[in-house]
């Protein structure tokens, strides 16, 4: 593990420059470009709210608007960042042959593009809540924390799902399918108090909705995470972290067979 690290460390201008070329070519030939950015969850916050406020009368949250759109920006990034991630080593078989290549730049890369576009769509989330209303919280600050468990959460996922998707190509086929599963089981726009006692354990195995969980603390309701939240978080972090860069290596001789 220590190794594997050391190499993503030492080919860290490498991921920048990947990271750059990924940001250009996200919306390439789009009229709006990087405007999609903001514009694609404010699209599905105004979807969300509209089902769920106005058709199926989902009443009893202040500022649900708001409340959606804090939980879809961290989903956003999770579904595409893994999504990506998925097929970033079996659709790179031109680089994986090259025997110096370190492989796990490109699990990451999806991850870290990512995240820059989350911090691009915080401005638009605050403008958001101002325009409706809603306070802006000192707990905000959190939200640095809550960052970088998700980075290494996705990393760990990615590696997993990147290396698995290399032999077994129905691996990115499930994802959309697990995606969709996800969301209905993550508090998103939906509040975790809703949810059925005998169903709280759902939430409780589910890291996705952990996370959601202490965005929506932290920058909706205006309240830290609970230590017990925090404590959970990481470990469910560093155990997929653990997971992922395990699974990758022990696949890694033979990528390049593979592909």
């Given at each position: 593990m220590k190794r594997f690290i050391l190499e993503l460390w030492r080919a860290r201008a490498l991921v920048a420059a990947l990271v750059r070329r990924s940001l250009a070519a996200r919306y390439r030939g789009s009229v709006l470009g990087v405007v999609w950015t903001v514009l694609n969850p404010l699209l599905l916050m105004a979807v969300y709210t509209l089902v769920f406020q106005f058709y199926l009368r989902f009443d009893g949250i202040a500022n649900y608007p708001v409340f959606v759109f804090c939980g879809l920006l961290p989903w956003?990034?999770?579904?595409?960042?893994?999504?990506?991630?998925?097929?970033?080593?079996?659709?790179?078989?031109?680089?994986?042959?090259?025997?110096?290549?370190?492989?796990q730049v490109l699990s990451v890369v999806p991850v870290i593009s990512g995240a820059i576009n989350y911090l691009l769509s915080l401005p638009v989330f605050i403008l958001v809540a101002l325009v409706l209303g809603a306070p802006l919280h000192i707990t905000s600050l959190a939200l640095i924390g809550i960052i970088v468990l998700q980075l290494l959460l996705l990393c760990g996922l990615g590696f997993l799902v990147s290396a698995l998707n290399v032999r077994f190509r129905d691996v990115q086929h499930l994802l959309g399918h697990a995606f969709t599963l996800l969301f209905f089981l993550t508090p998103i726009v939906y509040p975790a108090s809703q949810v059925p006692e005998r169903f709280g354990w759902i939430l409780k195995v589910n890291p996705v909705a952990h996370l959601v969980g202490m965005y929506h603390d932290a920058l909706y309701v205006g309240v830290l995470p609970s230590l017990v939240t925090w404590i959970v978080a990481v470990a469910m972090a560093l155990i997929a972290l653990i997971i992922g860069i395990a699974t990758f290596e022990s696949q890694r001789e033979s990528f390049a067979e593979v592909l």
């Open positions: 956003i990034w999770f579904t595409q960042a893994l999504g990506e991630s998925a097929v970033s080593i079996s659709g790179s078989g031109h680089l994986i042959t090259k025997s110096l290549f370190p492989a």
